[in-house]
């Protein structure tokens, strides 16, 4: 049987646990069999300081746990994805602030400037085109230059300090019939107007007079004088009336009609003074060109 001598062999050690420690008050013996106190159990290793089988394997294995510890935990909870900002499926459009205006004075000169396509005619522009008094209609005749409805017309009179029946000639355009002329605004409106005359009626509109110098007022006058104004009042003489022939001058029939339904759309009329039982003679020839008044 075995013996519980103390001088008998020891036991083999076992692996102990560094997470349990003996009491304070535990105690062993030594070879010798005096109990002393118990004092930290250095690794036994072999000769020459190398570690035993058994030790190398523990080693190993904590080696390897702690390197595969920190890898498993970063596989077992993946990096968050980036938070990336959203594009809105939908794009907002804000108007742009309108700025104000400067109204512009009515009936002196114009505004804006239309081209008829290269190969279209200016006989042949739209209503829209021909409506508006203040705009000038182009066509491009060729590429180096345009065509107006007035050639060599701006369109903006120059008559500042002039006198009636004494316009100055830059101040004047030729219209159709070269032997009438008109305000550089009046003409352009009247040339337009004409246009859309001659889509309705395939003819110009016919002209018996324009302006008149004082001179010819004054002869007009002498001939005429209950049917003209006193010389240097007549509208004729600022270059903003025309009196109408071919059925116009009766006051009656489709010509004159269309011009009473057409013409204020590029500022003219005839005068209410004109018209029958208006205060002045009967005049439905007589047409003056309102917005440049």
Same mark, same amino acid.
């Given at each position: 049987m075995p013996s519980h001598r103390a001088d008998t062999a020891a036991p083999a050690l076992r692996p102990r646990n560094n997470r349990g420690t003996r009491s304070s008050g535990s105690q062993r013996r030594s070879a010798t069999g005096v109990q002393r106190p118990n004092a930290p159990r250095r690794p036994l290793r072999k000769p020459g300081g190398s570690l035993s089988a058994p030790q190398v394997g523990i080693a190993g294995a904590l080696g390897i746990a702690t390197i595969a510890a920190p890898i498993s935990g970063a596989m077992a909870d993946p990096m968050p994805k980036a938070q990336v900002n959203q594009i809105a499926s939908t794009v907002s459009v804000v108007s742009a602030v309108s700025f104000p205006n400067a109204a512009t004075a009515a009936g002196i000169g114009v505004e804006n400037l239309a081209v008829v396509p290269a190969?279209?005619?200016?006989?042949?522009?739209?209503?829209?085109?021909?409506?508006?008094?203040? !705009?000038?209609?182009?066509?491009?005749?060729?590429?180096?230059?345009?065509?107006?409805?007035?050639?060599?017309?701006?369109?903006?009179?120059?008559?500042?300090?002039?006198?009636?029946?004494?316009?100055?000639?830059?101040?004047?355009?030729?219209?159709?019939?070269?032997?009438?002329?008109?305000?550089?605004?009046?003409?352009?409106?009247?040339?337009?107007?004409?246009?859309?005359?001659?889509?309705?009626?395939?003819?110009?509109?016919?002209?018996?007079?324009s302006y008149r110098t004082l001179s010819?007022?004054?002869?007009?006058?002498?001939?005429?004088? !209950?049917?003209?104004?006193?010389?240097? !009042?007549?509208?004729?003489?600022?270059?903003?009336?025309?009196?109408?022939?071919?059925?116009?001058? !009766?006051?009656?029939?489709?010509?004159?009609?269309?011009?009473a339904d057409n013409a204020s759309s590029y500022g003219w009329e005839n005068p209410d003074w004109a018209k029958s039982g208006g205060g002045g003679p009967y005049e439905p020839w007589h047409w003056e060109y309102a917005a440049g008044q």
């Open positions: 190969e279209g005619t200016v006989q042949a522009a739209t209503p829209n085109l021909l409506a508006a008094p203040k !705009t000038i209609i182009v066509s491009r005749a060729s590429r180096a230059g345009e065509r107006s409805v007035l050639p060599g017309c701006s369109g903006i009179p120059t008559t500042t300090g002039a006198s009636n029946g004494q316009l100055p000639e830059s101040s004047l355009c030729t219209l159709w019939d070269s032997d009438h002329r008109l305000r550089a605004d009046a003409a352009v409106s009247l040339a337009k107007l004409n246009i859309a005359y001659k889509q309705e009626f395939g003819n110009d509109i016919c002209l018996t007079d010819e007022q004054y002869a007009v006058r002498a001939s005429k004088p !209950t049917l003209s104004a006193v010389p240097g !009042t007549s509208e004729h003489g600022w270059g903003l009336a025309v009196d109408l022939c071919d059925g116009v001058n !009766t006051g009656t029939g489709a010509r004159f009609q269309w011009l």
